[in-house]
T-cell receptor
Framework: KAGVTQTPRYLIKTRGQQVTLSCSPI?????VSWYQQTPGQGLQFLFEYFSETQRNKGNFPGRFSGRQFSNSRSEMNVSTLELGDSALYLCASSVVGSGELFFGEGSRLTVL | GESVGLHLPTLSVQEGDNSIINCAYS??????FIWYKQESGKGPQFIIDIRSNMDKRQGQRVTVLLNKTVKHLSLQIAATQPGDSAVYFC??????????FGKGTRLHILP
């Protein structure tokens, strides 16, 4: 069974630009969560989607948004990038209601 | 509020010894706790979980202990091996299916 796939793996943007990250969950997993990982703050919860609906949201500004498609694939978008948005963005899929998250390898975003 | 923290950012253990990684949580409503392991360049990987109606749960070479009175969680790794070198995160589910992670402990294995 294929794991969680995230694209792109690495990207460099400049301040003010926007970025879209993609996540393909494990087949059969309908819940997708996104996390931001930085050395100082650890893993911070961004949002969770299930059946194309956002079920939970973390404490991030409105510049961070996401969506889920009917095939459970998910995207997250960050607009008006700031230097502090440089981080590893991790996507995880799961069976809904399960704490066993299956993570992808992440998308490493560098904002210059 | 919702926060999960760890007592030590780094832990060094001799190969073959047992490792104990600690975690404190603050949300008394949390009823489900998980430990994850993250190796360099990879996403976190599920190790073991425990529900709040249990005090102890054992897996292969790992044991999780939960003390709800003091809101403390620990992960014990028996006979630590070089492959155990990683960052370990505790995480909690505060009954809203939102999994919140602590900041992690880096485990170093000494030869």
């Amino acid at each position: 069974k294929a794991g969680v796939t995230q694209t792109p793996r690495y990207l460099i943007k400049t301040r003010g630009q926007q970025v879209t990250l993609s996540c393909s969950p494990i087949s059969g997993h309908r819940s997708v969560s996104w996390y931001q990982q930085t050395p100082g703050q650890g893993l911070q919860f961004l949002f969770e989607y299930f059946s194309e609906t956002q079920r939970n949201k973390g404490n991030f500004p409105g510049r961070f948004s996401g969506r889920q498609f009917s095939n459970s694939r998910s995207e997250m978008n960050v607009s008006t990038l700031e230097l502090g948005d440089s981080a590893l963005y991790l996507c995880a899929s799961s069976v809904v209601g399960s704490g066993e998250l299956f993570f992808g390898e992440g998308s490493r975003l560098t904002v210059l | 509020g919702e926060s999960v923290g760890l007592h030590l950012p780094t832990l060094s253990v001799q190969e073959g010894d047992n490792s104990i990684i600690n975690c404190a949580y603050s949300n008394s409503a949390s009823d489900y706790f998980i430990w994850y392991k993250q190796e360099s360049g990879k996403g976190p990987q599920f190790i073991i979980d425990i529900r709040s109606n249990m005090d102890k749960r054992q897996g292969q070479r790992v044991t999780v202990l939960l003390n709800k009175t003091v809101k403390h969680l620990s992960l014990q790794i028996a006979a630590t091996q070089p492959g155990d070198s990683a960052v370990y995160f505790c995480a909690e589910d505060g009954r809203d299916d939102k999994i919140i992670f602590g900041k992690g402990t880096r485990l170093h294995i000494l030869p």
